[in-house]
C-alpha cells in the first residue's frame, strides 16, 4: 500500500494549483465568480480544459486523457482548497461519467468532446423533491412514445441545472410491471422543458427542471436498468466530492491556526489559551482521518471492483461529513463573530462543506447503509477489499 | 499511489499470520480473546516462542536480533499479531528499556542486558513516573547521588505496571538538582529490583485488579556502570523512549479484534438498528484509523515518529475505549456479575466487559496522555 503521488501527478497538482492561484487567491475571487452567470468562471473551465484537467476520468478511447480517480481527486482536493465555483465534481466525473459509462459508442463520440473541451457543461438531474439521498427515481418517468422517449416529473434541485448545455436524467421506467431506473439525455432546447434558476446558500446556482412531455434519448441500451451504473459513477463523484471537502477543510483549519496566532484579546494571543488550541488539535485529527479514507476509497475506485467502489464511497462520505461538519463548526467558533460575515473567507468555507455533506448524501443515510450490511463479514480490511 | 500490498508484502503477511496463529498456543491466545487476565507465565512463554524465531525484537539493530524490516513489514507483523490474540512482547522491555540500551547504552551493557530482554530472561518495569511528576515527567525528584563508584537512590515512582513481575526496572532519576532547567538534570539509571531498600507495593485500582503498583527506593544503591549513556542525559533517551511508545501505542488491530468477536457475541442483535449502526460507526472509525497508521508508517523516516502519531495515540486510544464502552452496553444489567464464578448464567464475555472497560480508562492517560497529545499536535503540527 502506497499513498504518494507519482511526478506526474505531483506536476498536475502543481499546475492546477497554480492556475487556481491566478484566480482564487483570495475569496474575492469565488465572490467574483460566482456573482455573475454562470456561476462560475467561464475563463478559468476553459484553462482548465485546456490543461486536459475535464478530460481526466475518461479514456482516451473517448476522447479523454485516461487517467483515473487519483487524478480526479487531487484536481478536486485543489479546487477544494481555494473554494473554486467550477463544477468539476458534478458536470465532469458525475454527469460525465454517466455518458462515459452507460452511453452508446456513438453517444460517447457526440457528448464527450465538448465536455472534455469544455463547451459542454452536463449536468445530473437525480434529485427529487421529498426524496431520501440514494433513492431510486419516483416523481419523474420515462414513457415510450412511439419510436421515441417523452419524460414528465420534476427533478429538483438539479445543480447548475438551468446553465448545462445537457442534461442526463434519471427515471423510473416502468417495464412489464416493475420499476427501473433509466437513464436519458435531454438536450438544453427539448420542447416541454422548464428550468427555474436560483442560488444556492454556498453562492452556487440550482435549478428546479420540469418536464412535460419532453423527448428524451435513453443513454445506452433503451430499458437497460441503470442503477448499478448510477451507483458506481454516484461513488466516483461522491469520492471526488470528499476530497474538494479534505480541501476546504485543510484551508479552514489553515484559516483557523493563522486566527489563533495573531488575533488578540485580553493582551494576548488566541494560542494563548489551551481551551482553543486543544480544539484545533481535534480539528487536525478530524481532518487527517477524513485525508485517510479519501485517500483510500480513491485507490479502491482505481483498483476497479464496482461493489468494493460503493462501499468504500459509503465509508468516505461517513468520515468526510462528520469531519465537515466538525472543522466548520469549529473554524466559525474559533474565529468568534468575524467568522460568521459574509466578507470574511472561514464562513463561506463551513457553508460550502455544509452544501458537500448534503449532496453527498449525509452521515446518517450513509450509515444506514453499512449497518444493513455490518453482519456480514467479520472484520474491515483496507487491503482486501 | 497502490491500493495493494506488494507481492513481497502480501506474502510476508500470510508468513506472519500463519505463524501467529499455528505457532503460539491456543491456550494463550484464547486468553487474550477472551479478555480474561494474562498471566506472567503466559506473557514470558509467548515472547521465548516469538523470540525463538526472530519474532520478538525485529524493530532493535540486526546484531542485536533485530531483521531490518520495512517500516510497514513491522507495521504487518504488528497488526498480525494483535488480530491473532497474540499477547506482544512485553513492551519494557522491547520497545522501552532495550532500543535505549541498544542506541545509548555501552557495548557491556548491550551484551549484558540485550539478549536477555529479548528472550524476557529479565522482566523489565519502568520507573518514570512519580506521585508529583506525571504528565509534567520532568519535574521528577527521586535522586541519585553519587558515592564512589555507585550512586545512591532515594525517592519514589509509581504507575509501575505489572512491577510485581519486575527483575529490573529503569528509572529516570535527578543527577543535578541545580541544573539550569529541570530537563537537563536527569540520569536514565539500571537498577536490580532486589536491591536492599527497593520496596514494591501494589496499588489497587477500580477494576479490582493489580496491574500497577509503587515503587520505593531507601539508600538503594546502583554500580555506576548501570547508568545508560551521559550523566544528565537521561531526558534526551526518556524523549527517544517515549516516541518509540506512541508509534506502538494505535491499537488498531487488538480493536479491530475485539470489536469484530463483539459482532459475533452480538449477532442475534444485528437486526436493532441502533446496535447495528455502532458496528457500522466504529468500524468506520477504526479504518481510518487504520489507514492513517498506515500513511504514518509510509512517512516515517530513520525511526523517527511523525509527527501525526500523536493522532494515533489520542484516536486510537479513544476507539479503544468506545469497544470497551460498547461492550458495556451489550453485556446489560448481566454486566454487574463480574465477580461470579463460571457456573454463572451470565455469560463469561460479559462478566468481564465492565472491569474491562474500567480498566482501560487508563489508554488515554498513559504513554503521554491524550491531553498531551493535544499540545503536541498544537504546538508541533499546527504551530500554535
Redesign the interface.
Known amino acids: 500500500?502506497?499513498?504518494?503521488?507519482?511526478d506526474e501527478?505531483t506536476a498536475l497538482r502543481d499546475a492546477v494549483r497554480r492556475l487556481l492561484a491566478s484566480t482564487y487567491a483570495t475569496i474575492d475571487g469565488r465572490r467574483a465568480s460566482t456573482a455573475k452567470a454562470p456561476g462560475w468562471d467561464e475563463g478559468m473551465w476553459g484553462r482548465l480544459a485546456e490543461m486536459g484537467v475535464l478530460g481526466l476520468p475518461f479514456t482516451e478511447e473517448d476522447g479523454g486523457m485516461g487517467a483515473g480517480p487519483?487524478e480526479v481527486a487531487l484536481v478536486a482536493e485543489q479546487l477544494g482548497r481555494v473554494l473554486a465555483p467550477e463544477p468539476f465534481a458534478e458536470a465532469v466525473v458525475l454527469a460525465g461519467g454517466l455518458v462515459a459509462a452507460a452511453g452508446s459508442a456513438a453517444q460517447k463520440e457526440q457528448l464527450l468532446p465538448g465536455v472534455v473541451d469544455g463547451t459542454t457543461v452536463a449536468a445530473f438531474a437525480h434529485f427529487e423533491p421529498g426524496a431520501a439521498a440514494g433513492a431510486p427515481p419516483r416523481s419523474v418517468t420515462a414513457t415510450q412514445d412511439g419510436d421515441g422517449w417523452v419524460l414528465d416529473g420534476v427533478k429538483e434541485p438539479v445543480l447548475h441545472g438551468a446553465q448545462a448545455g445537457l442534461l442526463v436524467v434519471s427515471a423510473r421506467v416502468d417495464a412489464d410491471g416493475t420499476d427501473r431506473t433509466g437513464l436519458f439525455v435531454v438536450a438544453a432546447d427539448a420542447a416541454g422543458l422548464d428550468r427555474v434558476d436560483y442560488p444556492t446558500y454556498d453562492g452556487t446556482r440550482a435549478a428546479r427542471v420540469t418536464f412535460a412531455s419532453t423527448p428524451a434519448t435513453p443513454l445506452g441500451a433503451a430499458g437497460a436498468n441503470a442503477s448499478d451504473v448510477v451507483a458506481l459513477v454516484t461513488a466516483h463523484a461522491q469520492v471526488a466530492l470528499c476530497h474538494e471537502a479534505v480541501g476546504a477543510m485543510a484551508t479552514a483549519?489553515d484559516l483557523t491556526?493563522e486566527y489563533?496566532?495573531t488575533r488578540k484579546q485580553f493582551g494576548v494571543p488566541l494560542?494563548t489559551f489551551?481551551a482553543l488550541?486543544?480544539r484545533?488539535?481535534?480539528m487536525?485529527?478530524s481532518l487527517?482521518?477524513?485525508r485517510?479514507?479519501a485517500?483510500?476509497a480513491?485507490?479502491?475506485l482505481?483498483?476497479g471492483d464496482p461493489d468494493a467502489a460503493v462501499v468504500a464511497a459509503t465509508?468516505a462520505v461517513?468520515?468526510t461529513s462528520a469531519a465537515g461538519r466538525h472543522i466548520g463548526q469549529e473554524a466559525i467558533q474559533l474565529h468568534g463573530g468575524i467568522g460568521m460575515t459574509a466578507e470574511y473567507a472561514v464562513g463561506h468555507y463551513t457553508t460550502r462543506l455544509t452544501a458537500i455533506d448534503q449532496l453527498l448524501g449525509g452521515r446518517t443515510a450513509h450509515?444506514?447503509v453499512?449497518?444493513?450490511h455490518?453482519?456480514e463479514y467479520?472484520?474491515?480490511d483496507?487491503?482486501a477489499? | 499511489m497502490r491500493l495493494r500490498l506488494s507481492e513481497a508484502d502480501a506474502a510476508f503477511r500470510e508468513e506472519m499470520r500463519a505463524f501467529f496463529t499455528t505457532q503460539v498456543p491456543e491456550r494463550i491466545r484464547s486468553v487474550v480473546a477472551e479478555r480474561r487476565e494474562l498471566s506472567k507465565d503466559d506473557i514470558v512463554e509467548t515472547q521465548r516462542i516469538l523470540n525463538a524465531a526472530g519474532l520478538a525484537v525485529p524493530a532493535w539493530p540486526t546484531e542485536w536480533g533485530g531483521r531490518g524490516w520495512t517500516s510497514l513489514q513491522r507495521h504487518i507483523w504488528h497488526e498480525e499479531m494483535q488480530l491473532a490474540n497474540v499477547p506482544a512482547p512485553l513492551a519494557f522491555n522491547t520497545s522501552m528499556v532495550g532500543p535505549v540500551i541498544a542506541t545509548f547504552g555501552s557495548q557491556e551493557q548491550k551484551e549484558r542486558f540485550l539478549p536477555a530482554t529479548a528472550n524476557i530472561d529479565i522482566w523489565w518495569s519502568q520507573g518514570f513516573s512519580e506521585p508529583d511528576a506525571g504528565s509534567d515527567l520532568a519535574s521528577l525528584r527521586t535522586a541519585a547521588v553519587r558515592d564512589g563508584d555507585h550512586y545512591v537512590v532515594n525517592g519514589q515512582k509509581t504507575w509501575t505496571t505489572l512491577g510485581q513481575y519486575g527483575d529490573w526496572i529503569f528509572t529516570l532519576v535527578r543527577t543535578d538538582p541545580d541544573a539550569p532547567k529541570k530537563q537537563m538534570g536527569i540520569s536514565f539509571l539500571l537498577i536490580d529490583m532486589t536491591s536492599p531498600g527497593l520496596t514494591v507495593r501494589p496499588i489497587k485500582l477500580i477494576d479490582g485488579g493489580q496491574e500497577v503498583n509503587e515503587v520505593f527506593f531507601e539508600d538503594v544503591r546502583v554500580p555506576v556502570g548501570n547508568l545508560v549513556g551521559e550523566e544528565n542525559k537521561g531526558w534526551t533517551y526518556a524523549k527517544f523512549l517515549l516516541g518509540n511508545e506512541r508509534v506502538g501505542v494505535a491499537p488498531v488491530g487488538s480493536t479491530k479484534s475485539v470489536l469484530a468477536r463483539a459482532k459475533q457475541l452480538a449477532k442475534d442483535r444485528l437486526d436493532d438498528p441502533f446496535v447495528a449502526a455502532r458496528f457500522a460507526e466504529l468500524e468506520t472509525e477504526l479504518l481510518a484509523l487504520e489507514l492513517t497508521a498506515l500513511r504514518v508508517v509510509a512517512n516515517s523516516a530513520d525511526g523517527k515518529p511523525h509527527p501525526a502519531s500523536s493522532v494515533l495515540k489520542l484516536r486510537g486510544t479513544q476507539l479503544q475505549q468506545a469497544v470497551t464502552e460498547l461492550l458495556v452496553d451489550l453485556a446489560g444489567p448481566g454486566g454487574v456479575a463480574s465477580g461470579a464464578d463460571d457456573d454463572s448464567a451470565v455469560p463469561q464475555w460479559a462478566r468481564v466487559a465492565t472491569p474491562r472497560y474500567l480498566n482501560y480508562r487508563k489508554a488515554s492517560i498513559y504513554g503521554g496522555s491524550n491531553e498531551v497529545q493535544r499540545q503536541i499536535i498544537a504546538g508541533t503540527i499546527l504551530g500554535l
Open positions: 500500500m502506497d499513498f504518494e503521488l507519482d501527478q487519483v483549519l491556526t489563533l496566532r494560542k489551551q488550541t486543544f484545533a488539535a481535534d487536525y485529527v487527517e482521518l477524513a485517510s479514507m485517500l483510500w480513491t485507490l479502491v482505481a483498483d465509508r461517513v468520515q450509515l444506514r453499512l449497518a444493513d455490518v453482519g467479520d472484520v474491515v483496507p487491503l477489499v
